[in-house]
């Protein structure tokens, strides 16, 4: 059911809200369907119904699980390439997957249908929480709806700018070719040949389909992003690293995007019965920019919640102790403790792969977590530990000055 704009005397009451339709909000409606939830009112709040090719997720993970339908590839093994040379990397019991937006869209509109969902074609607003209903207002103030819940997944920045702020930002060309040319047995990772900006860490990265058609990916972690022409320029260059002949390929697709990269704080539950999810939710983990992986978590613990009725609320998407980690990382990069080639290098040079993997996803136990850190350079990262212990004890001891003020 659609509701354009229309705004009642009597707003509708739902038990669950989603204030966002993008792939958080998706992978919810899947993971309710999925979970069979039956009985619960759900609208979606956004203008926009997404579908189509608008985005590519890359994450691992087990096989065999109901993504494996919609992934358009997946890798067994994966390349981590460096000045120094190549690395195969076996991923066995895990796998490296590629997943584009359409299929993710196609289910969530499926299982919108299924679910009966109201979806009302205007943005959220501002959301009131009374500690017992949530009122949802449009951009103008006007009131769209009441529900028990809301899950809210619009980008918004963290509720305080973080002690190191970069961006993942990425330019990347799907490219089509009449005949071999691609390896579709491997995956490219991590290509850190590509040359490096003067602050911040810059890779390649290519995620072939097939043999004729790949996704070939220039990326920087740093705290600005660039100019399309640099973008194209760099793409260029990576393309010449691999090997390929641009004339002889055909453009079919350009991806582009900027993830946030920062040790900012974002609040998973900023009311009683408002839950944030994604990006917003702190889904995206500030060392690498991944994202996948975690909202692909919060939408199923939000459902196995509902259907044994209690609160639609996740776990933090990652252990605080990993989130310390993460801080530290990126201040020993920012600040120049380390180069970025050097950190990654021999990220992937001392650690079996399945533990790098599990590590960037948040999964290992904190012995696995003590072995990543032997791996890394132990005086530097000494002092991005003290700096960041540091910073935390100042930024403390103003917040309590002036609270006495």
Do not use: C
């Not at 998407?317 to 201040?331: E, I, N, T």
């Amino acid at each position: 059911m659609w509701q354009r704009g229309r705004v009642d005397a009597s707003p509708v009451d739902v038990d669950l809200a989603l204030a966002g339709g993008g792939g958080a909000a998706s992978l919810v409606l899947a993971a309710l369907d999925r979970h069979d939830v039956a009985g619960l009112r759900v609208a979606v709040v956004d203008p926009v119904r997404k579908r189509g090719q608008d985005r590519t997720w890359a994450f691992w993970g087990a096989p065999g699980d109901d993504l494996d339908p919609l992934l358009s590839a997946s890798w067994s093994r994966v390349d981590v390439v460096t000045p120094a040379g190549r690395r195969v990397l076996p991923l066995t019991p895990l796998r490296y997957a590629m997943l584009r937006s359409a299929p993710v869209y196609d289910r969530a509109a499926a299982a919108e249908r299924r679910l009966g969902a109201l979806r009302i074609g205007v943005p959220a607003g501002a959301l009131h929480d009374d500690g017992h209903r949530v009122i949802v207002r449009d951009p103008d103030g006007r009131v769209l709806l009441r529900a028990g819940w809301v899950l809210d997944s619009r980008p918004r920045p963290p509720d305080r700018p973080g002690r190191t702020n970069w961006l993942q930002h990425f330019r990347g060309w799907w490219l089509a070719a009449d005949r071999p040319t691609f390896d579709p047995d491997r995956a490219v990772l991590m290509d850190l040949r590509t040359p490096q900006p003067a602050r911040g860490v810059s890779f390649g990265y290519v995620l072939p389909v097939s043999d004729r058609y790949a996704l070939v990916e220039y990326t920087e972690f740093a705290p600005v992003v660039l100019a399309d022409a640099a973008y194209d320029a760099a793409l260029r260059g990576y393309a010449g690293l691999l090997g390929l002949d641009l004339a002889a390929l055909r453009l079919r697709e350009v991806e582009q995007g900027v993830i946030p990269m920062t040790d900012g704080p974002f609040v998973l539950r900023p009311s009683p019965r408002v839950v944030r999810l994604g990006t917003a939710g702190g889904a995206t983990r500030p060392s690498t920019g991944f994202t996948f992986s975690a909202m692909l978590r919060q939408a199923d613990q939000v459902a196995r919640a509902l259907a044994a009725g209690r609160p639609p609320v996740p776990a933090p998407a990652y252990p605080r102790r990993h989130r310390w980690l993460d801080a530290v990382a990126l201040r020993a990069l920012d600040r120049g403790h380390v180069g970025g080639v050097d950190f990654f290098a021999r990220l992937f040079d001392r650690n079996p792969p399945e533990r790098v993997l599990r590590f960037l996803d948040g999964t290992t136990t904190p012995a696995e977590e003590l072995a990543v850190m032997r791996s890394s350079p132990l005086l530097p990262m000494t002092g991005a530990v003290f700096g960041d212990v540091t910073d935390r004890l100042r930024r403390r001891l103003n917040v309590g000055h002036m609270r006495d003020r």
